[in-house]
Nanobody, 121 residues
Framework: VQLQASGGGLVQAGGSLRLSCAASGNFVRVNAMNWHRQAPGKQRELVAAITSGGSTVYADSMKGRFTISRDNAKNTIYLQMNSLKPEDTAVYYC????????????????WGQGTLVTVSS
């Protein structure tokens, strides 16, 4: 199972970016999918999460600015980021809980490679 994140880049403060993360490979089902981020010198933190049914959770500092969405047919999640601030500069990672063939009662945790978002002031 692979998670491929894309969409990062350089943007000015106040601008927008849309990240994507697609799951591929041999699996039965993708459960919750999440975005995390890690800024230089800081710990990785949860940005937003979405279940297969579409329920969402956001970190407080992202509420109202970021929107997580999901296309189950494509096993892909998106993160629409608006009103970006310099402090949003980080590597953004996606991860997912995945059920694989032969292990129907266990959920494996997979991570993507990260995509860099840089917000200039």
């Amino acid at each position: 199972v692979q998670l491929q994140a894309s969409g990062g880049g350089l943007v000015q403060a106040g601008g927008s970016l849309r990240l994507s993360c697609a799951a591929s490979g041999n699996f039965v089902r993708v459960n919750a999918m999440n975005w995390h981020r890690q800024a230089p010198g800081k710990q990785r933190e949860l940005v937003a999460a979405i279940t297969s049914g579409g329920s969402t959770v956001y970190a407080d500092s992202m509420k109202g600015r970021f929107t997580i969405s999901r296309d189950n047919a494509k096993n892909t999640i998106y993160l629409q980021m608006n009103s970006l601030k310099p402090e949003d500069t980080a590597v953004y990672y996606c991860n997912a809980g995945v059920v694989v063939p032969g292990h129907p009662l266990y959920e494996y945790d997979f991570w993507g490679q990260g995509t860099l978002v840089t917000v200039s002031s």
